[in-house]
């Protein structure tokens, strides 16, 4: 039942009725097709993360990818507990939210996987973070970076 409310909730706040104080566009929820989660292959040069969280169940951490003046949010999700896991990770721009993707799918015990926002491109001078929504509809921003 938990499991359920918190997969309402989720989608609630897709479709505008619930979420972070800057709510999506109202075309958002049009974008938000969800997509199975991404084998995690590694960090690289141009992903800035936060530090990991652990939700007993499961662990996290949102990254936010900047190359250029393109940028994207990811979540780097590990389960502790073989379940099913849905959460959503989105781009924000000059503290507005931008394009997001919902990830689910079942997650098994000691799988580490990723859930990639679009990838959008902004100006010089923008500054951008990863956000996301995870699985017990938690609040996660990845690290604020300047675009050059």
Not at 25 to 42: E, F, H, L
Not at 75 to 104: E, H, K, M, P, Q
Not at 135 to 148: A, E, N, Q
Request: hydrophobic content about 35%; aromatic content about 10%; glycine content about 10%.
């Amino acid at each position: 039942m938990k499991r359920l409310i918190c997969a309402l909730a989720l989608i609630g706040t897709l479709v505008g009725l619930a979420g972070p104080a800057n709510a999506a566009p109202a075309d958002s929820s049009a974008r938000a097709a969800a997509v199975s989660w991404y084998p995690y292959t590694g960090t690289g040069p141009t992903w800035h993360c936060g530090p990991t969280a652990d939700h007993g169940s499961y662990h996290e951490q949102i990254c936010t990818i900047v190359n250029g003046r393109n940028y994207q949010g990811a979540l780097i999700f590990v389960a502790d507990v073989s379940d099913y896991y849905i959460s959503s990770t989105w781009n924000i721009r000059n503290r507005n939210n931008g394009d997001f993707r919902l990830c689910d799918g079942y997650v098994a015990a000691g799988t580490r996987v990723v859930c990639f926002a679009p990838t959008e491109t902004g100006n010089a001078g923008d500054y951008v973070q990863g956000y996301a929504l995870d699985h017990d509809v938690r609040d996660m921003y990845g690290p604020t970076i300047t675009l050059r």
